[in-house]
Each structure stands twice: as structure tokens, then as C-alpha cells.
């Protein structure tokens, strides 16, 4: 399987159109620069960048984003991509877009996990920093603006079909059996009974920008922010790193974590290998026309089977 196609196509002329409609100000070249399963990110001169949703499910994304990062980001180790202007829906565009500041750095999906291995503290303290019980209205309800997101923070049993196909998809390919035993161990875990808790959704290595000396430099692509079970955000364990740096992550979050964020318990740690099992398989099976992707995938799920094996 490919990348999912877009609904709309998303385009130089396009994005220019945009800027000079809603902010004529900001002028510049522009030049694509990412080309996701979600959005599209042209950069804008030197110092911005302009982020345009690509896919109908994805299009409500980015008003998350506007909503809730000027809040969360002052609470987090590294800079996030704020929105510096907001783009709204028109006739000429029927989404919601948005400008934020360039970030430079080299892509965590472009590099392998050795060269990842020193992400793991600041990726840790990112986690421990985000992962704070989401806003609740006075009489304990969500916040009602807190984004509820279907295919993230919810229980794993909800995501078993989607697995279970993916992983006969791979059948030729992979030890499925040992995988599916990965999958059964984290469906039959307890079920997070703790408070819905901040989640960046999508912490995989693509979202992580490393400096020219190999540090974190930012964390990007809060589309899939939601609140929910952390052990989805701390999948990040199995999708970015190997055995030694993973055991570094997995310590500095225990260490540090907000009381309710569940980083202490067993259970959350086995659903979090189950999440890694299921974005893994996704990563593997609809990422063909992408190589980056797909050698993502295929690190996770090789970390799944060697853990699975060292255990029997």
C-alpha cells in the first residue's frame, strides 16, 4: 500500500494564493519541503514555514493545533511549532492552515537509531513535561475543546481489527506469530483507569528534528494531539530507539513523570509495546511509496520481535 492520496492538492500556486489573501505581509519563496500522509509544508523565506492540511480526515488537525499549542508550549523543554498566524477557511481553500517558524534541523527519520540514542533523556523529559492530565471543566469533565481523537489515547482493544489485518498482511514476511503474541500480551493488560493525559499522538521519529550536534531540537506535527492513555506517546520507546537507549528512556520518564501519567506502572508499558505493534505494522504496510517510512516500521517491528525472542 501507498501513502494515502490527498483530497486536495496542495501546491506552490496554491499556498501563494492563500498568503496573499488572508496575510499579504509575509512574502518570500516559498519551497516545498515536506509532502506527509496528512499535510503539506512549503518553507516561507528563511524564518517560516506554511502548513497546509492535504486529506478531509486530517483537515481538523490543524485547528487543534491553534487551539492548544500556545498553552502546552510554554510547559515543554523544546520549541514546538506555534502557530504564528492562522489561516482560515475560504473559497478558495475550505480548511484551516497555518504559519509557524522554521525549525532547522535534520530529520529523526532521516538518520538510524544510533544516531538517535542521544534523544533519548530530552525525548524523556519532553514526555514527563507533556504528560500532564489534560483540562477539566468545574463540574470534572474533559474540557470540552480538548481534541477527542479516535485512533489515539483509546483503549487498544479498539484498534485489534486493524491490526490483526495488517499483521496478515505481513504474514510472508514476518514472524506474525511472535508479533501476534505481542499484540495479545498488551490487549490483555489492565486498561488505563488514570485521568485522560496530554498526548502528542504521533511521537515518531519524522516528528523529532535533531540539531547539527545530534540533539533534540524540536518536536513537530501535533496534528494527532489528543488526551488519553500515555502508553500511546511512550511507543516512542520501541519506534526510536534500541535496546540501550531504550532502557534510558524508559528510566529518565519513570523517573521524572507527573504522578498520574501511569509512567510507573507495568501495564502502561505493556500497552505501550502494543501501541508500537500497531502504528509499526502501520508504518510497514502503507509506507511502499516511502522508504523513510517504511524503514521505520521496519525498525519497530524488528525491535518487537527481538525483545519477544530474548523473553521466550
Known sequence: MQTPAADLRVDERLVRTLLAEQHPDLTGELRLVANGWD??????????????????????????????????????????????RIGVPSATFRWSWSVVEWVEGIDGADVGASERTQLAVPLARFVTALHTPAPRTPEGHLHPDVPINPVRGVPLASRDRAVRERLRELDRLWDVTALGSVWEAALD??????PPIWLHGDLHPGNLLLDDRGALATVIDFGDLTAGDPATDLATAWLSFRPEARAVFRAVVADGSHPDSGAKDAATWLRARGWALCMGTALATASDDNPRMHALGTHVLGELLREAYENA
Open 189 to 194: 493488560a489492565p486498561r488505563w483507569q488514570g
Open 39 to 84: 499535510n503539506v509544508i512549503y518553507r516561507l523565506g528563511d524564518d517560516l514555514a506554511v502548513r497546509v492540511p492535504r486529506r478531509d480526515v486530517a483537515a481538523h488537525l490543524i485547528a487543534h493545533e491553534q487551539r492548544w499549542l500556545p498553552v502546552l508550549a510554554p510547559q515543554l523543554p523544546v520549541p514546538v511549532p506555534v502557530p504564528v
